[in-house]
Each structure stands twice: as C-alpha cells, then as structure tokens.
C-alpha cells in the first residue's frame, strides 16, 4: 500500500503505520523519527533541524524535501510506503506530487485521523518513546505502559518522555498543525485521495484502511 497518514501529533499515526506494515511489508516513513535519529547522531541535518524541533516548530521544507527524495527510492520502498508526518505544509504536499510523478509512483490515498483535541492533549503528555533512535517504538503510561519500568520491551533502551512533549511545546506543535498542516485534508479532498476516519479507537482505523484498499 501508498498511504499518506495525515493527523495531528497525538492521532496515532505512528501506532498505526507500524501496524499496517505488519499486513503487506509495507514500510513506514516518518519524517519526525529519521530527524530524531539525525539530532541524536548530531548529523549536519541533526544540527540544522533540532531548534526548530525542540521550539515545536516545523523544520524548512527544503531539508524535509531532500530527506523524502532519497528516501523513496530505497529498494524497501518497492514493497509500499506509510507516509507518517509527512507532508506537513503545502508546499511539501506539491513538492510530493512533483516527486511521485517523476519516480512513476501513485498513492492510494490520504487517511486523515481525526481525534478530539482534549483525546489528543491527554495522549501527548502521557506518551513515551524508546530512546533507541532505530527503534522509537511508542508507549503511553496509563494504556500501554513497558512490561518493565522506564525500560523497552523490544529493544531494552530507555524509554523516555521526547523533549518536545511538554505542555508549553506540545501547544506549539498543535498551533503549527492548525495552521500548516489541517489545510492538507482539503488539498488531498481536490485530488480525490482523502479518506477522514475516527481515530479514537486504533483498531478502527486498522479495519477501515484495509476495507478501503479492497474496495
Ligand atoms: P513528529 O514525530 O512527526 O511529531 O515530528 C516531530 C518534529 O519533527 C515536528 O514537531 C517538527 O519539528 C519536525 N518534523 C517532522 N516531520 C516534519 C515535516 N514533514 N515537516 C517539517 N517538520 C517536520
């Protein structure tokens, strides 16, 4: 499958591009994990992009861009991709359909996960993530806690609160989506690619994706 997962931070668009990729050995794409992974390995990009990040603000289209352009063309990619955080303004989203047209590449669609905010404050302060920049799987303390404390059952990393999931940033980061990003359901309503699920419960949104591929 070649879905874009739009939402806000907190809708669960991590949680559910991991799960679709178990169906098809589609892969995930997240924009905010492979920057996480840059800062921690203070690459060029790492130290381009962390300011922006710890401020909650999203990082210039231009880096976004150059991380998607090679990334699309890794071999794992022929399978399918999970776009999760990407894109996150206009111009990305048109710098996206520019760069699938000259990589001969067509998406199935654009599931938007739409979550109440109070839903999506509560998830963001009470999530989790593995401080292993290849693993970051997600944990949230009170509905999906690590068997062992403060440890990842996957991977034995720390599992830490991100340093952007404070109440002051998270604001941000919810400010910046309602102005960059919300605008993007109706960009992809116009292309004829958008799907609006609720995503209060995950398993719904695992159910309604797969009913829309078949048909
Ligand atoms: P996420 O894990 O998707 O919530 O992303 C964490 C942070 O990474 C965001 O708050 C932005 O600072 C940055 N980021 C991730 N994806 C993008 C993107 N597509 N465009 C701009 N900034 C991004």
């Known amino acids: 499958m070649k879905l874009i997962l739009l ?41 381009k992009a962390q300011g922006f990040m710890s401020r909650g603000e999203l990082v210039p289209d231009s880096l976004i861009m150059g991380i998607m352009e090679k990334r699309l063309q890794e071999d794992d990619c022929q399978k399918g991709f999970l776009l999760d955080g990407f894109p996150r303004t206009i111009p990305q ?3 996206l359909n520019e760069l699938l047209l000259k990589l001969d590449i067509k998406l199935d669609m654009a599931v938007n996960l739409d979550v109440p ?5 509560e998830r963001l302060t009470t999530r989790r993530t593995c401080s292993n ?9 009170k509905s999906k806690p690590p068997k062992v404390e ?19 940033v998270i604001g941000q980061r919810l400010d910046s989506y309602n102005e960059k990003t919300a605008p993007l359901a109706n960009f992809y309503e116009k292309e004829g690619l958008l799907k609006s699920v609720d995503a209060t419960v995950t398993e719904d949104v695992i159910n309604f994706i797969k009913k829309q591929l078949q048909s």
């Open 133 to 141: 920049s290849s693993c970051q799987e997600i944990y949230n303390i």
């Open 150 to 168: 403060g440890i990842c059952d996957k991977c034995g990393s720390p599992v830490v609160q991100r340093d952007d999931e404070t109440p002051n």
């Open 117 to 121: 905010r109070e839903t999506i404050m």
């Open 7 to 47: 939402g806000a931070p907190g809708a669960g668009k991590g949680t559910v591009s991991k799960l679709l990729t178990a169906i098809d050995g589609s892969v995930q794409i997240s924009t905010g994990d492979i920057l996480r992974g840059a800062v921690k390995a203070q690459t060029d990009l790492g130290k």
């Open 93 to 95: 989203a048109e710098a």
